[in-house]
Nanobody, 117 residues
Framework: QLQASGGGLVQAGGSLRLSCAAS????????LGWYRQTPGKQRELVAA???????NYADSVKGRFTISRDNVENTVYLQMNSLKPEDTAVYYC?????????????WGQGTQVTVSS
């Protein structure tokens, strides 16, 4: 199970950095992704990164969010800049496909991101 952290309350235009630590066996072989969910909506892929560094972003976050991974610390990050109220959601990390079509791990608690206008 992967546990996301780093969420909080921020004003529109602000930034947050989310972190997700994983065991070495999960981290080294898999695509890691950040997902988000708001009440009444399906969980959606925000960004994903392969072990080699190839990335995929949802159109709504391109140019504002950056996913990265630290292969020594077995941690994946999501740097979120120019945040908008519509980015408000619970954010999760998980293993899955680069496209977001498949998720392989169980869902952790997630971390709440709230962007005020």
């Amino acid at each position: 199970q992967l546990q996301a952290s780093g969420g909080g309350l921020v004003q529109a235009g602000g930034s947050l950095r989310l972190s997700c630590a994983a065991s070495g066996s999960i981290f080294s072989l898999n695509v890691l992704g950040w997902y988000r969910q708001t009440p009444g909506k399906q969980r959606e892929l925000v960004a994903a990164i392969t072990s080699g560094g190839t990335t995929n972003y949802a159109d709504s976050v391109k140019g504002r969010f950056t996913i990265s991974r630290d292969n020594v610390e077995n941690t994946v990050y999501l740097q979120m800049n120019s945040l908008k109220p519509e980015d408000t959601a619970v954010y999760y990390c998980n293993t899955g496909s680069l496209s977001g079509s498949y998720v392989y791990g169980s869902w952790g608690q997630g971390t709440q991101v709230t962007v005020s206008s």
